[in-house]
């Protein structure tokens, strides 16, 4: 069987009408489904032995590594960076591209200041 290199592979099945927009609609999905196999073969872990440090099974550990990991819990993405000797961490960034206007009156300061009250 040949091998493939990837990025080739995909660099073309990009330049396909439909496919740039179902890929990019999963991006993040498979961005992290990357580096957490990155990250597992990179401690010489296999995907029983991750889960056994997860507390999970080996099918779990491989329906993540599909990328097909879209009820995880932030609880269990800690169990994984534990594991992994890592520190997990979320952010969020605004879309590339997305052509939504941002709001203009957005309040500078976001402390919750108690709940208002009525006037009398």
């Not at 993040?28 to 440090?53: D, F, G, V």
């Not at 594991?83 to 300061?109: C, I, Q, W, Y």
């Amino acid at each position: 069987m040949k091998a493939i290199d990837f990025d080739k592979y995909l660099e073309e099945q990009l330049k396909r009408p439909g496919f740039r927009e179902a890929y990019e609609d999963l991006e993040e999905e498979y961005e992290l489904a990357k580096q957490i196999i990155r990250l597992r073969l990179s401690r010489n872990l296999s995907q029983t032995q991750l889960a056994r440090l997860v507390g999970t099974s080996q099918p779990a550990i491989a329906r993540l590594e599909s990328g097909n990991h879209r009820n995880m819990t932030l609880e269990f993405l800690s169990r994984l960076a534990r594991a992994l000797d890592l520190r997990a961490e979320m952010t969020f960034r605004p879309l590339a591209n997305s052509g939504r206007p941002r709001p203009s009156s957005v309040r500078k300061d976001t402390r919750r200041t108690g709940p208002k009250r009525a006037a009398k």
